[in-house]
């Protein structure tokens, strides 16, 4: 069979199954079992395909059939224009995680800070993606995973900021013993009852890094509660939220006295990030 006739045949497959982005998830996948581009499958569509590729290709097409994540397959996601290596062991990094992203930076360069914490790193999108656009950056990235460590370690080298990031082991606050200009965290937010209703891919992820008590605000009652002792004066707290906890969360700030709380919105609309100064 030719490149043309496989991407023909497994898209109608992923089709039949109701997946999103067939086509796209189709070429992802066969550039990934051929170690190819997508720009090659398109110039290429005549070349044959060896069987055993093929098979190889099939199977991977059923784990997407059945809900496995495709950025889990192929151990890639794309985030803030840098690649980053991912597997059942990290929370895919969203696009939404962006906007924390970019409005620390903003904060980061406005106040010249340096001291940076990052809770709850997971793959380390984070806490890479500041380091790689703060030139004296000094960051530590902290995880209850030993195994999300790992993961965040092999991204801070792949991206060349592995001396900018420390990566420790550490149950929120436990382990820290340092302050810092700014405190950034995409914690778990989800209600424990609403994960089973979640898209089979995302409860294909990590069920830790997913869970954020019976209210889904386990996490930032724990930050708000302990940031301060761990903020500089003036110290800046940036976290990422459900679509639907603005208001939750904003009341357990003040209920700590944070000051200066304001909200940014994700591409979607919702609201995603508060930040406030300690």
Avoid: W
């Avoid at 997946?19 to 090659?40: N, S, W």
């Avoid at 960051?139 to 592995?162: C, G």
């Avoid at 209210?215 to 110290?235: C, R, S, T, V």
């Amino acid at each position: 069979m030719t490149i043309h006739d496989v991407l023909k045949l497994n898209i109608t497959k992923l089709k039949e199954h109701n997946i999103e982005e067939p086509i796209l998830k189709a070429k992802i996948l066969l550039a990934f079992v051929l170690c190819k581009t997508k720009e090659y499958l398109l110039i290429n569509q005549n070349e044959e395909i060896n069987k055993d590729i093929i098979k190889i290709y099939e199977t991977n097409i059923e784990k997407i059939i059945n809900g496995f994540p495709i950025q889990y397959i192929t151990n890639k996601k794309e985030f803030m224009g840098l690649d980053f290596f991912v597997n059942e062991s990290v929370l895919i990094p969203r696009n939404d995680t962006e906007i924390l992203v970019e409005e620390s930076l903003n904060i980061i360069k406005k106040h010249n800070m340096h001291e940076i914490l990052d809770l709850c790193t997971g793959s380390g999108a984070i806490a890479v993606s500041i380091a790689k656009k703060i030139e004296n950056a000094k960051i530590i990235a902290t995880d209850i995973s030993e195994e999300a460590l790992k993961i965040a370690e092999k991204n801070a080298m792949q991206n060349n900021v592995f001396e900018k990031v420390k990566f420790q082991k550490s149950n929120m606050f436990e382990k820290i013993n340092s302050k810092f200009d700014i405190i950034v965290s995409n914690p778990p937010y989800i209600e424990t009852k609403t994960i089973k209703e979640l898209s089979e891919e995302v409860q294909k992820e990590p069920y830790i890094a997913l869970n954020g008590g019976q209210d889904g605000l386990n996490f930032y009652k724990i930050i708000a509660e302990n940031a301060k002792m761990f903020l500089n004066k003036n110290g800046y707290l940036a976290l990422e939220i459900g679509y639907n906890q603005k208001e939750s969360v904003i009341e357990i700030l003040k209920n700590y006295e944070y000051k200066n709380i304001y909200t940014k919105k994700d591409l979607g609309g919702n609201d995603r990030v508060i930040v406030c100064k300690c």
